[in-house]
Nanobody, 124 residues
Framework: EVQLVESGGGLVQAGGSLRLSCAAS????????IGWFRHAPGKAREGVSF????????LYADSVKGRFTISSDNAKNMVYLQMNSLKPEDTAVYYC?????????????????WGQGTQVTVSS
C-alpha cells in the first residue's frame, strides 16, 4: 500500500524559507506524479506544485511561481518542496499527494494517495 509521510513544516517569519519533504513507500513510483496541496482555514484546498517522476516536468500554482521549487530523488523515493520568500498567506496544512501520471494537473481526483499533512505557519 502506498504511504506518504510529510516532514519539515513549522513556524517561520515572513520572508523566510522552509523545505518540506515527502517520503513515499509501497510502490515503484517511476510512473507517478507526486506533489503538494495545501489547505488553509476558510479556504478551498489548493494545488501548489507537482512533478512527474517519468519525465521530470513540473507544474506550479501562480501563487507560488518563482518562490517555491519542487524536486524529487527517485532513488530515495523522496519529493521536496523548497519554499522561499514565504508570506503569511502561505500558512496552511501542506499535503503530499501521489497518483499515476496521466498528465500533471490541479484536480484532486488525479491523486489517489494523500499524506497526513504538515502545518506551515508564516508570521507577519
Amino acid at each position: 500500500e502506498v504511504q506518504l509521510v510529510e516532514s519539515g513544516g513549522g513556524l517561520v517569519q515572513a520572508g523566510g524559507s522552509l523545505r518540506l519533504s515527502c517520503a513515499a513507500s509501497g510502490s515503484a513510483f517511476d510512473d507517478y506524479a507526486i506533489g503538494w496541496f495545501r489547505h488553509a482555514p476558510g479556504k478551498a484546498r489548493e494545488g501548489v506544485s507537482f512533478i512527474s517522476n517519468g519525465d521530470g516536468s513540473t507544474l506550479y500554482a501562480d501563487s507560488v511561481k518563482g518562490r517555491f521549487t519542487i524536486s524529487s530523488d527517485n532513488a530515495k523515493n523522496m519529493v521536496y518542496l523548497q519554499m522561499n520568500s514565504l508570506k503569511p498567506e502561505d500558512t496552511a496544512v501542506y499535503y503530499c499527494v501521489a497518483g499515476i501520471d496521466y498528465g500533471l494537473g490541479y484536480a484532486q481526483e488525479l491523486y489517489a494517495y494523500w499524506g497526513q499533512g504538515t502545518q506551515v505557519t508564516v508570521s507577519s
